[in-house]
């Protein structure tokens, strides 16, 4: 069967220092995944099992292009993220063999609409529109698990303009890196090309245009992002 019209290419991520690019399935996101973000968002933390939601492929930003603020949205919220990226998949994956599932990590944002998150929880709506936005989601290269193994404590760390605005370790995830493949496994059949961002520490706070952003994990990368 011939297609329709042409696709549209493979979103393709960069890998640090290298010249291959890692193709991207689908994107994974976890919500509240912090205790004192989730404090500073109104909820109580605890133990239940992790949700998610899901931004789209072509929402990845690459290569420290500028983030262009987003129409019909007067409040936009910065998010930093430890992200994994998948080299296998399966479903009903035990916590115990997640992390061989792992291709490597990045640093993330997640780009929030927080006034149109605000108004579709009011009204018990999805976060569609509010999440998977175009560009709403800033990534790094790929740092792979081959060269720095699968980190259990990192700082994790934003600035805007020079000023701290968040500062936490990935050490304080409710929910760490295997257990929340093995979480999205039971309800998603996932596969090679699967990105999966992990939540965000406190701190998270508006950008406006002009703003200069840099985030980083110690022993991951840095990634630089303007906002346009």
């Known amino acids: ?10 979103i393709l991520l960069p890998i640090a220092d290298e010249n291959t690019g890692f193709p991207v399935r689908r994107v994974y996101c976890v919500g509240r995944n912090y205790a004192d973000h989730a404090r500073e968002m109104g909820h109580e933390p605890n133990r239940d099992p ?5 931004k789209n492929p072509d929402n990845l ?10 129409a019909h949205s007067a409040e936009v919220h910065h998010e930093v993220e430890f992200v994994a990226v998948l080299s296998k998949g399966g479903s009903d994956i035990a916590p115990d063999e997640a992390l061989s599932h792992v291709y490597g990590y990045a640093v993330g944002i997640d780009f929030t609409r927080r006034d149109l998150q605000a108004a579709a929880k009011a009204a018990g709506k999805p976060w569609t529109a ?8 800033p990534i790094s290269a790929i740092m792979p698990a ?16 020079g000023t701290r605005r968040q500062a936490a370790d990935i050490a304080d995830m ?5 257990d929340i493949i093995a979480h999205a496994s039971r309800l998603f059949t996932l596969a090679p090309g699967d990105v999966i961002f992990t939540g965000t520490p406190a701190g998270v706070g508006p950008v406006t245009r002009g703003d200069t952003i840099t985030c980083g994990i110690d022993g991951i990368g840095i990634l630089f992002v303007t906002v346009a």
């Open 1 to 10: 069967m011939q297609p329709l019209f042409t696709p549209p290419a493979p």
């Open 50 to 54: 992790p949700f998610f939601f899901q």
């Open 61 to 70: 930003l690459t290569g420290g292009r500028p983030f262009p603020y987003p």
């Open 130 to 137: 509010a999440k998977a936005f175009e560009h709403s989601a």
């Open 146 to 161: 081959a060269r720095i193994g699968h980190p259990e404590k990192a700082r994790i760390w934003l600035d805007v303009n």
């Open 174 to 178: 409710t929910w760490g890196m295997a």
